[in-house]
Nanobody, 115 residues
Framework: VQLQASGGGLVQAGGSLRLSCVAS????????TGWYRQAPGKQRELVAS???????KYADSVKGRFTISRDGAKNTVRLQMNSLKPEDTAVYFC??????????WGQGTLVTVSS
């Protein structure tokens, strides 16, 4: 399983960004995909996750502002981020849980929210 993340950038507070994570390889082994983030000097934290059945989970800090979704036909998981805050600034990583490959990480994409 390989993951390719994209969609980061610079946005003003209150703005929106959409991150995409495209999976390739043995995608049929993936049972959960998530977005994590890591801000400077902080530990990596779960932002949101979604299972193949559509069950979602969100960090309390992003509930009501971020939405994670799956497009099975395009092997893509997206993270729609609205009402962005400066504290959302971080490197965002896509991650997948695979029944054969374990935890797989994509490269990070930087999200910067200016105040």
């Amino acid at each position: 399983v390989q993951l390719q993340a994209s969609g980061g950038g610079l946005v003003q507070a209150g703005g929106s960004l959409r991150l995409s994570c495209v999976a390739s390889g043995s995608i049929f082994t993936i049972y959960k995909t998530g977005w994590y983030r890591q801000a400077p000097g902080k530990q990596r934290e779960l932002v949101a996750s979604i299972t193949v059945s559509g069950l979602t989970k969100y960090a309390d800090s992003v509930k009501g502002r971020f939405t994670i979704s799956r497009d099975g036909a395009k092997n893509t998981v997206r993270l729609q981020m609205n009402s962005l805050k400066p504290e959302d600034t971080a490197v965002y990583f896509c991650s997948a849980e695979s029944s054969t490959s374990g935890t797989v990480w994509g490269q990070g994409t930087l999200v910067t929210v200016s105040s």
